[in-house]
């Protein structure tokens, strides 16, 4: 299976920061999303990362909030902007495997808390 | 909106039985079913996926699927309490978007 690495694994933000999250990828990844767990919840998807190109993003998630980028095919990072509480949560990286069959793997995930 | 449903839980067996679980999805046309397992404080981890109607079976684990019924299900035999996790059910709705339902607490007694 593919091997994603994500950093940081947890963080203690304050009110109003931005972080950057990173995610590295091995070559058996195609496609490359980011999703976020908010406490006891499931997970919703934030958007797609595409190289090289804008990130696509679902209903209710913006860039100007979370910037994403992917410069190439191993890697991408998630910023999430003017931090509030409501941002505590867990953001997963996530990457679909070359079979095209759907099947995605996951990161470690990172932990953000946000005073 | 596309929606994929679960039953929250806990969902309690002993050690030895078989733990039920079942999701039904929205959007008739989804083509590709998985069922991930995530432990406490982890991430996800794919344990199952079926394309086709019927059962698949993988070791303990068999999943099944009914298209017609827009159903999915994942059968735990001879559960054990390292089986003791979350299971989420997942819909690929194409293109690779992944739709999750809020998942199922499983808890096996020893």
């Known amino acids: 299976s593919a091997v994603i690495s994500q950093k940081p694994s947890r963080d203690i933000c304050q009110r109003g920061t931005s972080l950057t999250i990173q995610c590295q990828v091995d070559s058996q990844v195609t496609m490359m999303f980011w999703y976020r767990q908010q406490p006891g919840q499931s997970l919703t998807l934030i958007a797609t990362?595409?190289?090289?190109?804008?990130?696509?993003?679902e209903s209710g998630f913006v860039i100007d909030k979370f910037p994403i980028s992917r410069p190439n095919l191993t890697f991408s990072t998630l910023t999430v902007s003017n931090m509030s509480p409501e941002d505590s949560s867990i953001y997963l990286c996530?990457?679909?495997?070359?079979?095209?069959?759907?099947?995605?793997?996951f990161g470690e995930g990172s932990r953000l808390t946000v005073l | 909106q596309k929606e994929v449903e679960q039953n929250s839980g806990p969902l309690s067996v002993p050690e030895g039985a078989i733990a039920s679980l079942n999701c039904t999805y929205s959007?008739?046309?989804?083509?590709?079913f998985f069922w991930y397992r995530q432990y406490s404080g982890k991430s996800p981890e794919l344990i199952m996926s079926i394309y086709s109607n019927g059962d698949k079976e993988d070791g303990r684990f068999t999943a099944q699927l009914n298209k017609a019924s827009q159903y999915v299900s994942l059968l735990i035999r001879d559960s054990q309490p390292s089986d003791s996790a979350t299971y989420l059910c997942a819909v690929n709705t194409g293109g690779f978007k992944t739709i999750f339902g809020a998942g199922t607490r499983l808890f096996v007694k020893a």
């Open positions: 996530s990457g679909a495997g070359t079979k095209n069959t759907g099947e995605l793997f």
């Open positions: 959007d008739r046309v989804s083509q590709s």
């Open positions: 990362a595409n190289q090289g190109s804008e990130a696509t993003y």
